[in-house]
C-alpha cells in the first residue's frame, strides 16, 4: 500500500509539473506576440460572452496578470463547472462563447488549448498530491 502510494504521488507530482510547463511556455509567447491586439482580442471574446456574464469576464481577464489563460477559462473544468452550474450557462451560450474565443485568437487558438489542457493537467495533479503527501 505504501508503495502504491508513493507511486501515485510520483504520478501526480509529473503530471503537476508537465501540466505548468505546459501552461507557462504558450502563457509566455501568446501573451508576447499578442500583446499589441490583446484589446480587440478581449472585445471580441467578451462580445461572445452571455450578456448576464459579460462584465464578470470582463474584469476577470483585464485583471488578470495572464490574460490569455483568463481568455481561455471556459475550458479549465472548474471554471466550466462554475459556469454551466453556478451561472446556469447553456450549451448554445458556450458554443457562442467558444466560437468567439476561436474567432478571436485566430491561428494561435489551439496553442491556447494546449496551455488550458496544461492548466488542467497541473490542477490534477495537485489535487492528487496534497491529499496523498499528507498519507506518507
Not at 505504501?2 to 507530482?13: C, F, N
Not at 501573451?31 to 450578456?51: A, D, M
Not at 481577464?61 to 472548474?78: G, K, L, P, R
Request: hydrophobic share 50%; glycine share 8%; net charge positive.
Amino acid at each position: 500500500m505504501d508503495t502504491l502510494i508513493h507511486e501515485m504521488m510520483k504520478y501526480s507530482a509529473v503530471l503537476s509539473v508537465l501540466g505548468g510547463i505546459a501552461v507557462l511556455i504558450p502563457n509566455i509567447y501568446l501573451s508576447i506576440k499578442l500583446r499589441n491586439q490583446k484589446q480587440i482580442i478581449t472585445e471580441n471574446i467578451i462580445l461572445g460572452v452571455p450578456e448576464r456574464l459579460q462584465f464578470r469576464i470582463s474584469v476577470g481577464v483585464n485583471a488578470n496578470m495572464s490574460w490569455v489563460f483568463a481568455s481561455y477559462a471556459i475550458y479549465i473544468w472548474f471554471s466550466y463547472l462554475l459556469f454551466r452550474y453556478g451561472h446556469h450557462v447553456t450549451q448554445d451560450e458556450f458554443k457562442s462563447w467558444h466560437q468567439a474565443t476561436k474567432k478571436a485568437f485566430g491561428r494561435y487558438f489551439y496553442l491556447g488549448l494546449i496551455s488550458a489542457f496544461g492548466g488542467n493537467c497541473f490542477a490534477f495533479g495537485f489535487v492528487f498530491f496534497i491529499p496523498l503527501s499528507t498519507l506518507s
